[in-house]
């Protein structure tokens, strides 16, 4: 089965309702490549009104959701909720939260859980520090990251991988196309022999780091690269192009 490329644009705590309406109109008026899967995903009090304007086949998804049902959690959004609000994705385990706020493996293992079982679609964020780079444990790293989730879930149908080199995130300091491919593909292998040939061949494996639509076209050129999760470049009129950059 093919994996059909994945652009996901995070907005992260970025925008105004005005500013908001105007990427997305810039979106739906935009020539998108029919085969490519897009998903915005505004700040969480955006979320209707992104649901409500966006058309043109783009989709919505939350940057975070807790690992509890409706209840006395103040200040936290539960999988029931994204789902009453026709929300059908969300990020989890961004590295902005679990180096800012804390969240650990078991944390976003356990959020994982809840969102699928909630019947959310997850795109769940990985990636290693300059520091673990520099040490040599990427792979140690990405794959502990990977096998918390994999204690607690084991149909990844409905999950999508975002590789997401912490040094990268914002730093205008892109992986390599080398750098991109060697730990995706290890993903994927851990992927065979952890989970399943089947979420192997099928998972989507997205990079994230730095994307612009400079380089996004040689990125999309690697073979385990599935796609994209674009953060300050998707706010800009070249994320379509960004979108458009499947091989
Ligand atoms: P930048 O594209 O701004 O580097 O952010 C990447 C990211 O964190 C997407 O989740």
């Known amino acids: ?104 493996d078991k944390f976003v293992a356990s959020k994982t859980k809840a969102a699928l079982a909630g019947g959310l679609s997850v795109i769940l964020c990985i990636g290693e520090s300059l520091e673990e780079r520099e040490a040599g444990t990427t792979i140690d790293v990405v794959t502990r990251q990977l096998k918390a989730v994999a204690d607690e879930v084991s149909d990844w149908s409905n999950i999508v991988i975002a590789y997401e080199p912490v040094w990268a995130i914002g730093t205008g300091k892109v992986a390599t196309t080398e750098q991109a491919q060697e730990v995706h593909a290890a993903i994927r292998k851990w992927l065979r022999e952890t989970v399943s040939d089947k979420a192997a061949e099928e998972t989507r494996i997205l990079y994230g780091g730095s994307v612009t639509d400079k380089n996004s076209k040689e990125l999309a050129t690697q073979p385990d690269v599935d796609g994209f999760l674009v953060g300050g470049a998707s706010l800009k009129p070249a994320f379509v192009d960004i979108i458009n950059s499947a091989a």
Do not use: C
Request: hydrophobic content about 40%; aromatic content about 6%.
């Open 1 to 104: 089965m093919a994996r059909k490329f994945f652009v996901g644009g995070n907005f992260k705590s970025n925008g105004t309702t005005t500013q908001i309406k105007s990427i997305i109109e810039g979106l739906n008026q935009a020539s998108l490549n029919p085969n490519v899967e897009v998903i915005i995903s505004p700040p969480a009090i955006y979320l209707p009104l992104a649901k409500e304007i966006a058309s043109n086949g783009v989709q919505v998804a939350a940057q975070n959701v807790y690992d509890k049902g409706n209840g006395a959690y103040t200040g936290e959004i539960s999988a029931a909720q994204l789902k009453d609000v026709g929300v059908n994705w969300v990020i989890i385990g961004h590295s902005e939260r679990r180096a800012l706020l804390g969240e650990s």
